[in-house]
């Protein structure tokens, strides 16, 4: 069963209109990452929660926004894509403790595409 | 951002055939992780090293943690068609504490002929 769910997995909308993407998880970790993947590159962390503590990428586009309700849930905003954001999404999450680092388990992914 | 040097870039190989893929860095990391991509799907966890010299197998998959802490190695032994997809490796850094950052690689896409 799926531990880390991304909704949707595809969606288009169009130039300038805002877009909300969305990750849930069922592990209880207390760390959420968003990333951005373009085409035949790796993962690019845009952010990240520490429990209710938001971390910004020095290099994250002020375009790009996150809220993190509760434990579980997490959501990207886009305030106002343009053609270079369309790319794939993935939320991860790992259960960050003070002394040791653990892995991060990701979520299939939302692939974004900007008309 | 940073990166960690992966390579080779890309393999093609005959099923059967072992394969190796590395990563090296200038900098040390105290975590090593390796995760495979399939198209269209979020990377999957394969193997995660702790220590320096650790050397842990998953399958036919085995992955070392090299023992100046500035490099790993991941091993595909008696490869299979559905091994084909992107392999990424990732650093988490010394002082990364709570967040976990990684450092990714840049991938080594493998393809399988059957």
């Known amino acids: 069963d799926a531990m880390v769910i991304q909704n949707p997995r595809y969606q288009v909308t169009q130039f300038g209109k805002p877009v909300t993407l969305s990750c849930s998880q069922t592990?209880?970790?207390?760390?959420m990452y968003w990333y951005q993947q373009k085409s035949s590159q790796a993962p690019k962390l845009l952010f990240h929660?520490?429990?209710?503590?938001?971390?910004n990428e020095a290099d994250t586009p002020d375009n790009f926004q996150s809220r993190r309700p509760n434990t579980s849930f997490c959501f990207l905003d886009i305030r106002s894509p343009g053609l270079g954001d369309t790319a794939m999404y993935l939320c991860a999450t790992s259960s960050g403790t003070g002394n040791s680092n653990q892995p991060q388990h990701f979520g299939d992914g939302t692939r974004l595409s900007i008309l | 951002g940073q990166q960690l040097n992966q390579s080779p870039q890309s393999m093609f190989i005959q099923e059967g055939e072992d394969v190796s893929m590395n990563c090296t860095s200038s900098s040390i990391f105290n975590t090593w992780l390796w995760y495979k991509q399939d198209p269209g799907e979020g990377p999957v966890l394969l193997i995660a090293?702790?220590?320096?010299?650790e050397l842990t197998s998953n399958g036919r998959l085995t992955a070392q943690f090299g023992i100046t802490r500035k490099d790993s190695f991941l091993n595909i032994s008696a490869s299979i068609p559905s091994d084909v997809g992107i392999y990424f490796c990732?650093?988490?850094?010394?002082?990364?504490?709570?967040?976990?950052?990684?450092?990714f690689g840049q991938g080594t896409t493998l393809q399988v002929k059957p």
């Open positions: 929660y520490y429990d209710k503590d938001f971390n």
């Open positions: 592990l209880n970790h207390n760390v």
């Open positions: 990732a650093g988490q850094r010394v002082g990364s504490g709570n967040t976990g950052k990684l450092i």
């Open positions: 090293l702790y220590k320096a010299g």
